[in-house]
Nanobody, 122 residues
């Protein structure tokens, strides 16, 4: 059973940075198939960034600002978020596709964390 735990959310001003961490337990390969998603109130859940082995995927809205990486030693995946803007405010979730090349489609992901809140405001 895969368990995912997010951390690192918080409140920042526009232009600020945060680094989210997704810690995976249960399967040592999980870190190779992880996506980050976000959901703002009254909006659908959307893919932000994902990785599948050495491939990475980014939503157009975050390209050049967000970077997804994984720790080779630990079962952790990070989302570095720079130049945050108010429209980035949302609950952020990490998810695992259990091997499938999920990309940014949340329907392809089987395991989800509980989420961490990111708020960007002045």
């Amino acid at each position: 059973q895969v368990r995912l735990t997010e951390s690192g959310g918080g409140s920042v001003q526009p232009g600020g940075s945060l680094r989210l961490t997704c810690e995976a337990r249960g399967d040592p390969h999980t870190k190779n198939f992880v996506g980050w998603f976000r959901q703002a109130p009254l909006k659908a859940r959307e893919g932000v960034a994902a990785l599948w082995w050495e491939d990475t995927f980014y939503a157009d809205s975050v390209k050049g600002r967000f970077t997804i990486t994984r720790d080779g030693a630990d079962n952790k995946v990070y989302l570095q978020m720079d130049n945050l803007q108010p429209q980035d405010t949302a609950m952020y979730y990490c998810a695992s596709s259990a091997g499938e090349r999920g990309g940014l489609n949340p329907r392809r992901y089987n395991y989800w964390g509980q989420g961490t809140q990111v708020t960007v405001s002045s």
